[in-house]
């Protein structure tokens, strides 16, 4: 239904811009339209696509990284090793339990610091940058900067502060490995979902909002009847694109914990990475990816088509 | 009248009680965010034994030691790899991208929408899914730890993002600037040169910051694809996070050092990073 939104958009643009219309568009001039997209849709193609389908010929493989010449095929046995593998499916509900927990807290932080920003104040726009810029620290430099600076058990800044209030030291790297990873990337990307949901209050129809207080509706009555249903676009929007950012998180793991104490804070980019790197087993390795990418395209086609409705309302 | 009066000034001044009380929350929060950022900075101005002393040292002589150490120790050939990483990719980007962005929107092709939707769905691949592969590949072709790979990498990263986002550029370019141009008799290139392409300026450039972004701050392939000839500087900063992890302070001067680049543009161009964010759905 959305695609076949922008199709008529394209298609009343195309009418308006050119005199053909769409079906007496000649041969040639098809190919000349195709001209300028062919190079990156090609290279596309080939960079991103024919790696995947390698990945599917290496998970029906034996192979270790280090003895190419041991390739063997085996059929789906390294599918059936990833259902008996416990492993796996502990980093999976990690990467579950980091991805959501990330995304959704993330979320509810933006909003408040979106609502909080939408007002006139003194030096309201130095306040917005100093929010965004957890965002714009390279995630290496994040991962550094919590797990050494501030979580570091001996001279880390939050146990000082613990102190403080006369509460015991936490390893917290080591103790709550996840909770450790959340609070690095929930400040990361609460900025990120901050900006989102700005933007959506701003695009607020103030006559609307007007409207609403003329008629003495309240603060919290405008909110939740005119301002949270406008901004349910852009929460969506945030929390899809979060998701889909999250799910890959790799640097914070990597820095932070290794995944560890054992793999209790691996997520699955990570512990594929392990297999793969560290494990030297291609054909596992393969196999995961592509138990990966079929979950990850149930969740995306759900985000792409929110994507499509959104510049659908959009133009 | 009467009435109303005594009922508005509580009122009046009420709100101008919670509007400072949300003031001053909205302060505690700002710099709760940025003081991790603060303290980073804060710390690689500091001596080693000050950065990691207990109970931390909130006062000191600043010294510029260890933003000497870090530009010393051999870390130019990092940077030098990720300047290239990052600029050559991002200008083939655009190079690719504009035209294909230009093909989507202002002389479409057909099924513009399923070509919208392959570009995003890429995106969505997890790269850890492909990157095994590639490995392999890049060790057979023997383009493992060489730069270009990473521009090849980083290109097709942020194309699909550039293409989305300059779509979004090209649409807004109302249709009869374009059709006075051509009734002027100005040719294809031209219209493109001297109308076109200084209407979507500003998008382009909102496009390349987002993908030096990306790119500046991408580790996974640089950790898995290069060793040392062609490491970017997050590989830098992980490999003295493990070889002197002791060094607090030196550490967080080359965090500092090399995210700055990114916090400076973003700080710059903030509202084209909420489009670029978003894919261009946001303006």
Redesign the interface.
């Known amino acids: 239904m959305s695609?076949s939104t922008?199709?008529r958009l394209?298609g009343s643009?195309?009418a308006?811009?050119?005199e053909a219309s769409?079906r007496t568009?000649s041969r040639a001039e098809?190919w000349?339209?195709?001209?300028?997209?062919l190079?990156?849709?090609i290279?596309?193609i080939i960079?991103?696509?024919?790696?995947?389908v390698?990945?599917i010929w290496?998970s029906l493989h034996s192979r270790n990284?280090l003895r190419?010449e041991s390739d063997l095929f085996v059929g789906f046995s390294n599918y059936l090793d990833i259902a008996r593998d416990s492993t796996f499916r502990q980093t999976a509900l990690n990467s579950v339990v980091i991805t959501l927990g990330c995304v959704l807290v993330a979320m509810v932080l933006g909003i408040v610091?979106a609502l909080?920003?939408d007002?006139p104040?003194?030096?309201r726009s130095?306040?917005?940058?100093?929010?965004?810029?957890?965002?714009?620290?390279?995630?290496?430099?994040t991962s550094?900067?919590?797990s050494?600076?501030?979580l570091n058990p001996?001279?880390g800044?939050f146990n000082?502060t613990l102190g403080l209030f006369g509460l015991e030291a936490v390893d917290w790297t080591s103790t709550y490995p996840v909770i450790a990873i959340l609070m690095a990337l929930v400040?990361q990307w609460?900025?990120?979902m901050m900006?989102?949901v700005?933007?959506?209050l701003q695009?607020q129809p103030k006559d609307v909002l007007e409207a609403a207080s003329v008629d003495g509706a309240g603060t919290w009555l405008t909110f939740r009847l005119i301002t949270l249903p406008h901004l349910r676009r852009?929460i969506e929007?945030g929390v899809l694109?979060g998701i889909?950012y999250v799910?890959?998180t790799?640097?914070q793991i990597?820095?932070m914990t290794a995944g560890g104490p054992g793999t209790a804070s691996a997520n699955?980019?990570f512990y594929?990475?392990q297999r793969?790197?560290l494990g030297f087993d291609?054909g596992q390795?393969?196999a995961m990816?592509?138990v990966?990418?079929i979950a990850?395209?149930i969740v995306?086609s759900a985000?792409?088509r929110l994507?499509?409705r959104?510049?659908e309302v959009?133009? | 009248m009467s009435v109303a009066t005594p009922a508005v000034t509580p009122r009046a001044t009420n709100r101008r009680f919670s509007?400072g009380f949300?003031?001053t929350?909205?302060?505690l929060?700002?710099?709760g965010?940025?003081f991790?950022?603060a303290?980073?900075a804060m710390?690689a101005f500091k001596q080693e034994n000050q950065a990691?002393?207990?109970?931390?040292t909130w006062f000191f002589a600043p010294t510029l030691d260890q933003f000497r150490a870090v530009l010393e120790g051999g870390s130019m050939v990092y940077v030098g790899n990720s300047v290239i990483a990052t600029g050559v990719s991002t200008v083939l980007v655009l190079l690719?991208?504009v035209?294909?962005a230009?093909?989507?929107?202002?002389?479409?092709?057909?099924k513009?929408?399923?070509?919208?939707?392959?570009?995003?769905?890429?995106?969505?691949?997890?790269?850890?899914?492909?990157?095994?592969?590639?490995?392999?590949?890049a060790g057979q072709l023997k383009v493992l730890d060489n730069i270009w790979t990473l521009v090849?990498?980083y290109?097709?990263m942020n194309?699909?993002i550039a293409?989305w986002m300059m779509r979004?550029f090209f649409?807004e370019v109302p249709?009869e600037v374009?059709?006075a141009a051509s009734i002027d008799g100005a040719g294809l290139m031209r219209t493109m040169r001297s109308v076109l392409l200084p209407m979507v300026a500003p998008g382009i450039a909102a496009t390349a910051l987002i993908c030096v972004?990306f790119a500046?701050?991408e580790?996974?392939f640089a950790?898995?694809l290069t060793a040392s000839q062609a490491a970017t500087?997050?590989v830098l900063?992980?490999s003295t996070?493990t070889s002197e992890?002791l060094f607090?302070a030196r550490?967080?001067a080359a965090?500092?050092l090399?995210?700055l680049p990114?916090?400076l543009?973003?700080?710059i161009a903030?509202k084209q990073?909420?489009r670029g964010?978003?894919?261009?759905?946001?303006?």
């Open positions: 695609t922008i199709d394209e643009r195309r308006a811009r050119t769409d568009i098809g000349r339209r195709r001209g300028p997209l190079p990156a849709l290279f596309t960079v991103t696509q024919l790696p995947f390698l990945t290496y990284l190419p610091l909080l920003l007002r104040f003194f030096g130095v306040a917005r940058t100093m929010l965004i810029t957890p965002f714009l620290v390279m995630p290496v430099a550094v900067l919590w050494v600076a501030l001996t001279y800044l000082w400040w609460t900025p990120f900006l989102l700005l933007a959506g695009a852009y929007l694109l889909i799910v890959n790799f640097d990597y820095l699955l980019p594929i990475y793969a790197f291609v390795a393969a990816g592509v990966v990418v990850t395209i995306a985000a792409l994507i499509f959104s510049f959009k133009e | 509007s949300l003031t929350v909205t302060w929060l700002a710099i965010f940025f991790p950022v303290w980073m710390t990691a002393s207990d109970p931390p690719l991208g035209p294909a230009y093909a989507l929107s202002i002389r479409p092709v057909k513009v929408s399923d070509v919208l939707f392959f570009f995003i769905s890429t995106k969505m691949l997890p790269v850890v899914a492909v990157i095994v592969p590639i490995y392999v590949v090849v990498l290109t097709a194309l699909p293409v979004s649409i249709g374009l059709e972004i500046w701050n580790f996974f950790l898995n500087v997050p900063i992980v996070m992890g607090l550490l967080c965090a500092l090399a995210s990114v916090i543009a973003g700080w903030q990073l909420v964010l978003s894919m261009g759905a946001i303006k």
